[in-house]
């Protein structure tokens, strides 16, 4: 058990420092900060100096290196645009898309689990035609398209909801959070909404595959056997066996919400890592591009070393072999 | 007095499309007296456990019971609510099923197993409920029962796991047990062990039990009583003692003499010609005539249930002492 956590570990890091090599040479290829950085009326003077307080001038290789052992500070330079710490203006727009993110997931399981959870157990009624038939929209409409119709229905029609910005936040441990005010929660629920709809359908479908196959096994009807109560057999006997697919599947995914969180953020002006990567992207605003896709990699990698763990903790037939 | 399990023409259909319902049981019936053991054989596709989960009320959907009666303890089963049948299952019949490996849930404890089973019935708390859990996996025969609680099934061997599920279904002490082909999947010697540790348990709280297998072995050593079952339809019943030593049914004659013996070891072994009907497309009038021997053009209209003393028979032609004066069909009704 031990040593298969420390050898994954050790997988991960040979993962992290891959994709700091793609990173630096991606964003080496995509235009000239230069360009951006300095004003075009500049003397030539000017301009060395500016290449040279960036480091703009040393070889590529030395550049690999000083950006690795900024990475290992914590340091990615400062943004170009902001003249600050990119990983300062990256962190503060942190907790806005994690709060996105993790409301989207939260809508993901309080809707997707217990439709999927209906439509296993009655495949042939017409509510669990219904809801798959909506499940398949969930999947194929574009994100960026439903956004906008939620805020053509929502905002503009109907007038119930806000259309942009988080609204007013109030201030935990120093970060800023939406959903503890009500104008707060207003703001957040039709991004959430909109950034759920994928994962929602994912996990319906997840959970009623599930069920349809732990439903015919023996053990349900072992379980039957023994005269348990239906509320029983489902709250326990299927729903454990589901949530291992369930939650490895979610877990993985809640990395690619928060990457995807991009097109939420941007139609809905949610001030958070997203907008920011677009707006840096554009901007040729290369700290911050770095930090971002570095902290990418560090969420991916991580989720992925903690849904592994928890595969482990949820499947005892894993444990055992782990052990072994 | 009353039998403890009556069932009375049941006949259990699964629907198909385009095409008349499957009975896969087809006007059975038999019944059971409290502490008496039923062997019920029959080649495998029979209707054998379709049988077992119509008594149990678990015939999978959209299968159903189409017709029939089954009583236990003088109540007509289909009288009762699923609550009420739910009250009934587990706790006064219960059921081991075939294969230990998929019995028990693979991602719960056997503590939890157990003790829901418990918990489902009786009021008590968990303390109890566990101690009585690591009572009857001690008297199952598992080793250091107090540790092995808290393992998960997975932890077992095969001949362990029907050891937990034959404790679990023992944990009420049942009137009566199901129990479906339980050593099939296991290797022999385990097999003569759970087999005999079973019989002595049932023994000691004179449990009914149903014995389910296709073999005529096992029924002759553990049976009081044995029901023949051919494609859905019982075509022979009665006390072991004199079906298999006289037998009257050729299906019957046929099981019997592709069981390996002593006299027969070594020699080949007279198997039963031709294949099992598909129960989508059954010969008509005795399902056997494809197969029989001794089979005529008497054979194509179902022959009528013949009783004999204490057994009964489904045959025109049947063998044994008493064969020429049932032979014409009309000195019996
Ligand atoms: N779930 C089911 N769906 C459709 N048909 C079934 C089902 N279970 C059993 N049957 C039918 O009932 C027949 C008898 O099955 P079964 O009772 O399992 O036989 P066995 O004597 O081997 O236990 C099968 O051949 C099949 O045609
Ligand atoms: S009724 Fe005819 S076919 Fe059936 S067992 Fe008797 S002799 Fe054979
Ligand atoms: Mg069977």
Same mark, same amino acid.
């Given at each position: 058990m031990v040593t298969s956590i420390i050898r994954r570990f050790i997988q991960a890091l040979f993962v992290i420092v891959a994709m700091t090599v793609i990173v630096f040479l991606a964003v080496n290829v995509i235009g000239n900060p230069v360009d951006i950085l300095?004003?075009?009326?500049?003397n030539q003077a000017e301009r060395a100096r500016v290449i040279a307080e960036y480091g703009l001038d040393q070889p590529l290789w030395r550049q690999y290196i000083d950006f690795l052992a900024g990475l290992l500070r914590g340091d990615f330079g400062n943004s170009f645009v902001y003249g600050r710490s990119a990983l300062q203006v990256i962190l503060e727009r942190f907790p806005a898309t994690l709060e996105l993110a993790l409301s989207a997931l939260v809508i993901a399981l309080v809707v997707g689990l217990p439709l999927g959870l209906y439509a296993g157990l009655r495949p042939r009624s017409v509510a669990s035609r219904i809801i798959m038939s909506g499940s398949i929209l969930g999947f194929s409409l574009p994100t960026f398209w439903v956004g906008l119709m939620f805020i053509l229905l929502f905002s503009v029609q109907l007038g119930w909801l806000p259309s942009n910005g988080r609204g007013e936040t109030v201030e935990i441990l120093g970060m800023r959070w939406s959903f503890l005010t009500e104008d707060g929660l207003r703001h957040l629920f039709l991004p959430a909404l909109n950034l759920a709809l994928f994962k929602t359908s994912l996990v319906l479908r997840l959970t009623r595959a599930g069920v349809q196959e732990v439903l015919p096994q023996d053990y349900i009807k072992f379980a039957r056997a023994k005269g348990l109560s239906e509320r029983r057999i489902i709250s326990v006997h299927v729903l454990k066996n589901l949530m291992i697919p369930v939650v490895t599947i979610v877990g993985l995914e809640f990395g690619s919400l928060i990457a995807f969180s991009v097109v939420t953020e941007s139609i809905f002006a949610w001030p958070g890592m997203g907008k920011l990567i677009i707006d840096s992207i554009n901007l040729l605003d290369r700290p911050v591009i770095v930090a971002y896709l570095m902290m990418m990699v560090l969420i991916f990698v991580g989720l992925n070393f903690i849904v592994d763990l928890c595969y482990t903790l949820l499947d005892p037939r894993v444990r055992l072999d782990a052990k072994r | 007095m009353a039998a403890l399990l009556e069932v009375k023409n049941l006949v259990t259909e699964f629907p198909r499309h385009g095409a008349a319902p499957v009975k896969a049981v087809n006007d059975v019936s038999f019944s059971l007296e409290k502490g008496r053991v039923l062997g019920l054989v029959g080649e &495998?596709? &029979?209707g054998k456990s379709v049988t077992g989960f119509s008594i149990m009320g678990l015939v999978d959907a959209p299968g159903r019971v189409a017709a029939g009666d089954i009583f236990f303890n003088g109540e007509n089963l289909a009288d009762l609510n699923a609550e009420e049948m739910r009250r009934l299952r587990g706790r006064h019949i219960a059921m081991v099923f075939q294969d230990p490996m998929m019995t028990l849930n693979p991602v719960l404890r056997i503590e939890t197993q157990m003790t829901e089973t418990l918990l489902a019935h009786e009021k008590m708390d968990r303390a109890e409920a566990r101690a009585r859990a690591r009572d009857a996996l001690g008297m199952v025969g598992i080793p250091s029962p107090e540790e092995r609680l808290s393992a998960y099934p997975h932890e077992f061997s095969g001949g362990m796991r029907q050891r937990v599920a034959i404790a679990i279904a023992l944990l009420h002490s049942p009137e009566l047990i199901i129990a479906d082909?339980? @050593? @099939?999947?296991?290797?022999v010697t385990i097999q003569a062990q759970i087999i005999s540790e079973f019989q002595r348990l049932a023994e000691e709280r004179d449990t009914a039990v149903i014995w389910i297998t296709h073999d005529l072995a096992i029924v002759s050593r553990l049976a009081d009583d044995i029901a023949v079952m051919y494609a859905g339809r019982l075509v022979e019943t009665g006390p072991v003692a004199q079906v298999l030593t006289d037998p009257r049914h050729h299906y019957t004659r046929g099981l019997m003499d592709s069981v390996p013996s002593q006299n027969t070891r070594g020699a080949l072994l007279k198997q039963i010609p031709g294949m099992t009907p598909s129960p989508a497309n059954l010969p008509s009038g005795c399902s056997f005539h494809t197969r029989c021997g001794g089979a005529d053009g008497l054979c194509t209209k179902l022959p009528p249930e013949i009783w004999e003393g204490e057994r009964s028979y489904r045959c025109v032609h049947p063998l044994g002492a008493r064969a020429l004066d049932a032979i014409t069909g009309e000195a019996v009704s």
């Open positions: 300095i004003n075009p009326d500049a | &495998s596709g &029979s082909e339980p @050593t @099939t999947a296991l290797d």
